[in-house]
């Protein structure tokens, strides 16, 4: 049997009037929404590439009424786009375009039910915001470990339907290795309950695996949870400026070899600075003068009788400055500092934006690789596509850059996006794919990037993917049109 020739049905819609009506005495005023202005906001996606329509946006309060909605929606044939903060980078959480389908929120699901400090456990509704998540586990004396830019908005279902990496994944990994279990409704409307810490569990398939990173599309994670970690007592938080990404990693590396405390490593080049200057009110640079590239680094200390991270960092970097390898450093003299060295770091994406239509690649190559690919594959880009500019930063440490190409100046957008773009992309992914990486690193699939996993994944791992899918949802009710290409509503 092929596997490589299944594919995901769309559902096809019987009466969403009826699908409504069943609901609305469940759901009650708060959980349906079918005003064309209320919708808005939630069709469109937060780069704002892609706008879809949807019969309504179902906010369900808990588990039980998840469940209920997908039993519903079986019934009437109703595919369901399940959404948190709306913060995909890949058009993952926006409906298509047409209408048959609801949104389905888990916003008002938004409790911790429980927070165990001596376990280091919480268990976290899937519309948790991610810094409630933070101020929450700090009250305990805890942390959870993942932060990233959308962290005000972002929530834990989608963190875990996406995989989410963010800054600190050089220590903790990515919410794959930091989600402890799962709570989830699949497509039959059961509930599947995976949410014990088992340290070990030999029952077959993990399920729980199987749906972080799925990107809803094979059931609705209602929970999560999630391993924590003691709270900083203190930090440390360095600016470098370097001349290369390979002065960087060597950086990095020596670094590494001293202390454990280093938690992250962003790297960025000068533009990206300077775009955060030109775009974001307040902002300054951390160190005078020009360096091609800059390092923002992390230490962290979760106990007493230790180095103070910022004297670790200081300690570290001198000799780094006085043999060359690093063209100058600062560190945070207080946290209101620090804060303002992580701010340009978080504000680099919407800089980029304001500076006009690009390409976003979200890619990972070997760690070790990457430093050159970030040289050349910028350079292989300007040369084959005249008027643009590439360029990469981001999380070096783990091999994940986001490469971007801007488009030439004046470019219409709608031209861009519609001609220019995809040609691009192909260029770009065939690049990091002769490299040994992946064209996605940590912000999934989506519908943005359906075509080119189709053209670049192995026939046996996009034929076993198209299988899964096939089982856990045959009717193709979640979040159609997303991670897998679907099959024609005919077919």
């Given amino acids: 049997m092929n596997f490589a020739s299944f594919r995901p049905k769309l559902a096809r819609m019987s009466d969403p009037h009826a699908f409504l009506a069943e609901l609305a005495p469940m759901l009650g005023p708060k959980g349906v929404t079918t005003d064309a202005g209320d919708l808005a906001p939630w069709v469109t996606d937060w780069r704002r590439r892609y706008t879809g329509q949807a019969v309504a946006l179902l906010s369900p309060a808990s588990t039980d009424e998840v469940a209920a909605v997908v039993r519903a929606a079986t019934r009437h044939r ?52 991610l810094a409630d998540l933070h101020a929450a586990a700090a009250g ?36 794959r290795g930091l989600v402890a279990g799962v709570e989830a409704v699949l497509a039959t409307g059961e509930v599947y309950d995976g949410l014990a810490a088992l340290r070990k569990d030999n029952r077959g398939y993990d399920l729980t695996q199987l749906l972080i990173g799925a990107e809803g599309t094979l059931g609705v994670v209602t929970a999560a949870t999630l391993r924590l970690a003691p709270a900083i007592t203190a930090r440390g938080v360095a600016w470098v400026g370097v001349a290369t990404p390979a002065d960087a990693l060597r950086l990095l590396r020596r670094l590494q070899r001293e202390t454990e405390a280093v938690e992250s490593f962003e790297l960025l080049p000068a ?88 390409t976003q690649h979200d890619i990972a190559v070997p760690v070790e690789a990457m430093p050159r690919f970030m040289v050349e594959a910028a350079a292989a880009c300007d040369a084959r596509f005249p008027g643009t500019h590439a360029s990469g930063f981001g999380h070096l440490g783990d091999g994940n850059v986001h490469f971007h190409v801007r488009a030439p100046a004046g470019m219409d957008p709608a031209r861009w996006y519609a001609e220019d773009a995809p040609v691009v992309t192909r260029f770009v992914h065939d690049l990091v794919v002769a490299a040994g990486g992946t064209i996605s690193a940590e912000h999934g699939i989506g519908q943005m990037k359906l075509d080119e996993l189709e053209r670049l994944t192995s026939p046996a791992k996009l034929g076993a993917m198209r299988a899964i899918k096939a089982a856990l949802d045959p009717l193709g009710l979640f979040n159609p049109g997303k991670l897998l290409a679907p099959a024609p509503a005919d077919a």
Avoid: C, K, Y
């Fill in 78 to 129: 109703v595919a369901l786009v399940p959404q948190g903060g709306n913060t995909s980078m890949v058009g993952g959480a926006t409906p298509l375009p047409g209408g048959g389908a609801a949104i389905l929120s888990l916003r008002r699901m938004n409790r911790v039910r429980s927070l165990d400090p001596d376990a280091g456990l919480a268990v976290a509704e899937a519309g948790v915001i």
């Fill in 140 to 175: 305990q004396g805890q942390r959870f470990p993942l932060t990233l830019g959308a962290r005000g908005s972002a929530t834990i279902g989608g963190l875990v339907s996406t995989n989410a990496g963010g800054t600190q994944v050089l220590r903790w990994g990515t919410m």
């Fill in 271 to 358: 533009e990206s600075l300077a775009a955060v200057l030109a775009h974001v009110a307040g902002e300054r640079s951390p160190l005078s003068g020009h360096h091609p590239w800059h390092v923002l680094i992390e230490a962290v200390a979760t106990g007493p009788d230790v180095e103070l991270p910022a004297d670790l960092l200081t300690r570290l970097l001198a000799p780094t400055l006085s043999d060359g390898l690093a063209a100058d450093a600062t560190i945070a003299a207080s946290e209101a500092q620090a804060e303002a060295f992580w701010r340009i770091r978080d504000a680099i994406s919407d800089a980029e934006r304001a500076q006009g239509p690009a």
